[in-house]
Every structure is written in C-alpha cells, then in structure tokens.
C-alpha cells in the first residue's frame, strides 16, 4: 500500500507487511530505488518523474493512499503474488536477453544476490542482513556467509605462508 511507503530526496522506507515468512520489517530505500519509484509513480501522482516531485506530492496519510496498491492490475486492484512473479519473470526474461541476468534468475535469486551483495560490502553484518531479510534467526542469515569455493581459493591464495620462504 502507498502508505507504507515513505519516500524523501534523501531516504525512504518500505514496510513490508507479508514477504517470506511472513515477517513484518521496514526496508530502507537507497537512492536508485527511489528514483525508480519516482519513475513508476510519477504519472499516478500528476508530477514530473524526479525523486523531489513524487517526495511533494506523496500522498501522506490521506484516507485514499491507505488503501491503494503499489502495484496494480489493469483494473487499479492490488496485484497477486501470483501476477507479481509473472512481472519479475517478464523482468528477468528481458534483462536477460540484453545480457544482464542469467535467463533461470527468480525473485529468490535476486534475494540471494542482494544478501551475498550486502555482506561483500558490509562484512559480517550478519545482525543488519537479518533485519533487512526479516529473519528471525541469525543461524537462517549465516548461510549468506558461507564463502564459495573461488573465494576460498582467493583468500588461501593470498596468504602469507609459504613453506619455500619466497
């Protein structure tokens, strides 16, 4: 719903009431998913497609944003998970023929590479990736952690020891 989003020039944040597991959280929003949402939302909002128009004219908490979807069908209802996989399958089905996604990747994929994404750059924020993923227990989050076999062979490629002494 509009109203659990909140979108600023500078931040934002999404509620999420029923992803996986059915687990309430609110998600920040960086900077590219803003403009994004700026993009999708500006002609519903009468504005121009910039991050600062949507910000202006987000609707608050007025009585008719309670209730509307972010996502709607062709007919202005909420969209079903069924039909939102259908989206990311076109989605990913085009992204893939340009050559940015391998053709199997699915909305778990994309969690998945967001939280081994997250970790790269924030190494062992386990507690932070669990919050954004809405998992309960850190033991669900760890699997992130795991490294691959190349990166196993990264790092025992880089080590100091040497038993030659070069």
């Known amino acids: 719903m509009l109203s659990d989003i909140s979108v600023g020039e500078r931040s934002g944040r999404v509620i999420v009431r029923s992803g996986k597991g059915n687990k309430a959280r609110t998600v920040p929003l960086n900077a590219p998913a803003r403009l994004a949402l700026a993009v999708y ?14 910000a202006a004219a987000w609707p608050r908490r007025e009585a008719g944003a309670v209730m509307t979807p972010l996502w709607q069908s062709q007919k202005r209802g909420r969209l079903t998970t069924s039909a939102m996989r259908q989206m990311i399958d076109i ?15 699915s ?7 967001f939280a081994h994404n997250y970790l790269t750059q924030h ?18 989050t760890r699997i992130y952690s795991q490294p691959t076999g190349e990166q ?5 490629e880089g080590l100091r020891q040497n038993a030659y002494g070069e």
């Open 41 to 54: 939302l500006a002609p519903r909002l009468h504005c121009k497609p910039t991050v600062k128009a949507v």
């Open 107 to 113: 909305a778990h994929t994309l969690r998945h590479t």
């Open 152 to 156: 196993l062979t990264t790092h025992v």
């Open 123 to 140: 190494p062992g924020d386990i507690v932070g990736l669990a919050t954004l993923l809405g998992h309960t227990s850190l033991d669900t």
């Open 91 to 105: 989605l990913v089905r085009d992204a893939s023929t340009r050559g940015l996604v391998p053709a199997q990747t």
